[in-house]
């Protein structure tokens, strides 16, 4: 891809790919922020191809981008919850410490789990989606949904049970 196909494509689509990330996020500046690393990836990856066709990859880009953000926030967010409610509840310093101790094996083996399993649990658990809307969402069949979730739970539950 040539600098001034990049500029052209840069030029047509940027405002319109920001609109929708903010849209979607209701932030301005993490729209912008997802919309430039959507143009990044595109320079690094330099796809072949007809450029108008690069309009949907760019959006498909932005909207994984956006639901990766998402979920992180989210995650970050129920962290910060649980450990406000532990601190309620008066857990003994051995009860905090296990607790801890899930708590690291847990995010260990959400980091070693294969990114499409832990996508699917992530979306799952986190957004609270239903798997038809997770197989909308992801391009896959309900099916697919099921079996990835299946095999997610089964490492947990295989990393987590002592």
Same mark, same amino acid.
């Given at each position: 891809m040539?600098?001034?196909?990049?500029?052209? &494509?840069?030029?047509?689509y940027?405002?319109? /790919?920001?609109?929708?990330?903010?849209?979607?996020?209701?932030n +301005? @500046? =993490?729209?912008t922020?997802?919309?430039?690393?959507?143009?990044l990836?595109?320079?690094?990856?330099?796809p072949?191809?007809?450029?108008?066709k690069?309009?949907g990859?760019?959006f498909?880009?932005?909207?994984?981008f956006?639901?990766?953000?998402?979920?992180?926030a989210?995650?970050?967010?129920?962290?910060? &919850?649980?450990?406000?409610?532990?601190?309620? /509840?008066?857990?003994?310093?051995?009860?905090e410490?296990?607790? +801890? @101790? =899930?708590?690291?094996?847990?995010q260990?083996?959400?980091?070693?789990?294969?990114?499409k399993?832990?996508?699917?649990?992530?979306?799952?658990r986190?957004?609270?989606?239903?798997?038809?809307?997770?197989?909308?969402?992801?391009?896959?069949?309900?099916?697919a949904?099921?079996?990835?979730?299946?095999?997610? &739970?089964?490492?947990?539950?295989?990393?987590?049970v002592?």
């Open positions: 040539t600098p001034e196909v990049f500029k052209t &494509l840069f030029d047509a940027f405002d319109a /790919l920001r609109n929708y990330l903010y849209y979607r996020s209701g +301005k @500046e =993490l729209a922020d997802i919309a430039q690393e959507c143009f990836r595109l320079w690094e990856k330099q072949k191809g007809d450029p108008d690069l309009k990859l760019l498909k880009v932005g909207h994984d956006f639901i990766s953000k998402y979920r992180h989210k995650v970050v967010e129920n962290f910060v &919850l649980m450990s406000r409610s532990d601190a309620q /509840l008066g857990l003994s310093p051995e009860e410490f296990q607790y +801890k @101790e =899930l708590e690291r094996k847990y260990q083996v959400l980091r070693r789990m294969p990114e399993l832990r996508v699917v649990f992530l979306m799952s986190t957004e609270e989606l239903k798997y038809r809307e997770i197989a909308e969402r992801l391009g896959i069949s309900v099916k949904v099921e079996k990835r979730m299946t095999k997610a &739970l089964a490492i947990l539950k295989e990393a987590l002592y």
